[in-house]
T-cell receptor, first 117, second 108 residues
């Protein structure tokens, strides 16, 4: 199995829908991340979970709701999204998270391409 | 806040050297990274450099760090078509901050 798996790979939703993105890592890591990738913009850190506890919330609108039931799984629940939320959402994991120093290598999934109509 | 800047595009011919540049603002950065994203894939760590180093070489890759100017570069020698990808610079002083990515196009 690949290290970090994201599903679905593609998602099209209306502004009133509710959907979820799923991420699973098989690397035994303790930290998991959600990033947003939009064309020509820096990769945006959204959320970080370290040992299942949320350690970073980068001023993300409440229409994005993360959930980390255990160290191997991470979800991003989506509701009432806007067209500008269309982007590639990347999940990543690392051994653990350190906000002030070396976090170590991040292992990324292939991303979930989200289109909001 | 912290900021990482990269040019968006670079085009080179196969066999030439590629140099991808990056500037960052956080002087407390302890590590600086280069990640590669191939089409349809996530990011993959290429190399990293500790902030007390000026240079790191790894086969065809050379990373140069100028701490005074907060400038990081990635040189790829003998660039191949398989090197076509988006290259992201990232710095970690506090949070891990990525740039916009530089799309490298290698023409035969």
């Amino acid at each position: 199995e690949t290290g970090v798996t994201q599903t679905p790979r593609h998602l099209v939703m209306g502004m009133t829908n509710k959907k979820s993105l799923k991420c699973e890592q098989h690397l035994g890591h303790n930290a998991m991340y959600w990033y947003k990738q939009s064309a020509k913009k820096p990769l945006e850190l959204m959320f970080v979970y370290n040992f299942k506890e949320q350690t970073e919330n980068n001023s993300v609108p409440s229409r994005f709701s993360p959930e980390c039931p255990n160290s191997s799984h991470l979800f991003l629940h989506l509701h009432t999204l806007q067209p500008e939320d269309s982007a590639l959402y990347l999940c990543a994991s690392s051994q653990e998270y350190s906000s002030g120093g070396y976090t170590g290598e991040l292992f990324f999934g292939e991303g979930s391409r989200l289109t909001v109509l | 806040g912290e900021d990482v800047e990269q040019s968006l595009f670079l085009s080179v011919r196969e066999g030439d050297s590629s140099v991808i540049n990056c500037t960052y603002t956080d002087s407390s950065s302890t590590y600086l990274y280069w990640y590669k994203q191939e089409p349809g894939a996530g990011l993959q760590l290429l190399t990293y450099i500790f902030s007390n180093m000026d240079m790191k070489q790894d086969q065809r890759l050379t990373v140069l760090l100028n701490k005074k100017d907060k400038h990081l570069s990635l040189r790829i020698a003998d660039t191949q078509t398989g090197d076509s990808a988006i290259y992201f610079c990232a710095e970690s002083g506090g949070k891990l901050i990525f740039g916009q990515g530089t799309e490298l196009s290698v023409k035969p």
